[in-house]
């Protein structure tokens, strides 16, 4: 158990809906960094937040949006889905701001969105 | 453009073999090589890494290889456990971006360790 929780497990939804995914990281944890795995891919980054600020941005849609509240819970906003928004959404969480290298991320076990 | 390459997506070795996976990467600028373990239905677990500085990074039954001049690197697994089923990531990082957990990742390669 890497002690981050992401909820819901699964999510189906219809294209043009919005949904919400939710990360709990590991107590003590300040940094959150979602990722999405799409089928037969590897994790693409999409963007981290530290300590409620966002750090750092990677290959994130307009149509997508996160934030990181006071008690260091995250949400990713995805909306306007599209069929290709289809995969597995991990958030991961670390304790520092993210350049101590040597630290790994701890991953949660998913969030599957499938949309139909 | 994927910058870190696994092209095997499977593998089957024998209980008590050598596992070797491979990956090779694109970028230059990447200094900072991972490895992760993924089971089904959980997220990926860290399980060895090595910076460029070095070629070779030893942690118990797993050892990582880096060739820079090839841009690839391996993961051994001496002796293979039925347990090492799993799929495994390689992962590259460029620590002196400062954003060192903006980690690219291959597309794994599903292990299988036969009993």
């Known amino acids: 158990d890497s002690g981050v929780t992401q909820t819901p497990k699964h999510l189906i939804t219809a294209t043009g809906q919005r949904v919400t995914l939710r990360c709990s990281p590991r107590s003590g944890d300040l940094s959150v960094y979602w990722y999405q795995q799409s089928l037969d891919q590897g994790l693409q980054f999409l963007i981290q937040?530290?300590?409620?600020?966002?750090?750092a941005k990677g290959n994130i849609l307009e149509r997508f949006s996160a934030q990181q509240f006071p008690d260091l819970h995250s949400e990713l906003n995805l909306s306007s889905l599209e069929l290709g928004d289809s995969a597995l959404y991990f958030c991961?969480?670390?304790?520092?701001?993210?350049?101590?290298?040597?630290?790994?991320?701890?991953f949660g076990n998913g969030t599957r969105l499938t949309v139909t | 453009d994927q910058q870190v390459k696994q092209n095997s997506p499977s593998l089957s070795v024998q209980e008590g073999r050598i596992s070797i996976l491979n990956c090779d990467y694109t970028n230059s600028m990447f200094d900072y090589f991972l490895w992760y373990k993924k089971y089904p239905a959980e997220g990926p677990t860290f399980l060895i890494s090595?910076?460029?500085?070095?070629d070779k990074n030893e942690d118990g039954r797993f050892t990582v290889f880096l060739n820079k001049s090839a841009k690839h690197l391996s993961l051994h697994i001496v002796p293979s456990q039925p347990g090492d089923s799993a799929v495994y990531f390689c992962a590259a990082n460029r620590i002196s971006s400062g954003s060192a957990r903006q980690l690219t990742f291959g597309s794994g390669t599903q292990l299988t360790v036969l009993p």
């Open positions: 991961a969480s670390s304790a520092g701001a993210g350049n101590e290298y040597n630290s790994p991320l701890h």
């Open positions: 090595i910076s460029s500085i070095k």
């Open positions: 937040y530290y300590n409620g600020e966002e750090r």
